[in-house]
């Protein structure tokens, strides 16, 4: 069974997501984590803000994947019939995220319960354990970065101006990801003063009456 923890995103946190995280998407044949399967895992370690190995996977999950699916995803079901299936391709998993299935390294996705939910049914399924340890960065980008018109990823990566030529594919969307958790980590938790253009120009003329004329001084 696959414990499932919501990290609170705090200064111990950002210190560690500074040092060492693993981003993480999957790519699925509908939204139904109990009637869906997964067809594509993709996972990125970062290390010192910077993106150090990868993992990526096509799934035969030995079910049909739709039109609406392959056009979005552009896998089709010709190219998931010679890919691993579920129990070789989530040993291999396992195998790259063992210390994030051990709590020991921080995971993040992006609108993490879709993918999260997907990861818990399928190791449910599989009789596989882990527990992971994970951010949001969904929820964390709302908090931390003010400006997009939507929170979607691909708005999120050009208003941060993070190119993403294959979106929706596991791997290219994990990056994306995990580009912008680092993002998030630089900017946060920094105190700023944010001056107004009003105040601006009062200070302006105060300084400027102040120092031509003295008497105006306080």
């Keep these: 069974m696959l414990e499932l923890i919501k990290v609170k995103y705090h200064q111990d946190i950002k210190k560690q997501l500074e040092k060492r995280f693993i981003a ?3 790519e699925t044949t509908g939204l139904n984590p ?9 996972a990125v370690l970062f290390e010192n803000g910077q993106a150090v190995q990868k993992f990526n996977t096509l799934v035969n999950a030995e079910v049909e994947v739709s039109e609406f699916i392959s056009n979005l995803t552009h896998i089709t079901n010709e190219m998931l019939e010679n890919q691993p299936r579920e129990e070789k391709a989530y040993e291999m998993f396992q195998e790259f995220m063992k210390e994030a299935l051990e ?10 319960k879709f ?11 599989l009789k596989l354990d882990g527990k992971i340890c994970y951010v949001d960065t ?5 908090k931390y970065i003010h400006g997009p018109y939507n929170y979607k990823q691909g708005t999120i990566a050009r208003y941060l101006h993070i190119k993403n030529e294959n979106a929706h594919r596991a791997y290219d969307d994990a990056y994306v990801c995990g580009q912008i958790l680092n993002h998030i980590v ?3 938790f920094q105190i700023t003063f944010k001056i107004s253009n009003s105040l601006k120009r009062y200070i302006y003329v105060g300084f400027f009456y102040g120092f031509m004329f003295p008497a105006f001084r306080f």
């Design 34 to 42: 109990k009637e869906e399967r997964i067809i594509e895992l993709g």
């Design 24 to 26: 993480f998407d999957v």
């Design 186 to 188: 630089k900017g946060s």
């Design 103 to 112: 709590g020991k390294v921080i995971v993040c996705a992006h609108n993490a």
């Design 138 to 142: 969904l929820q964390l980008s709302r």
């Design 115 to 125: 993918d999260m939910s997907f990861l818990k049914e399928t190791f449910d399924r």
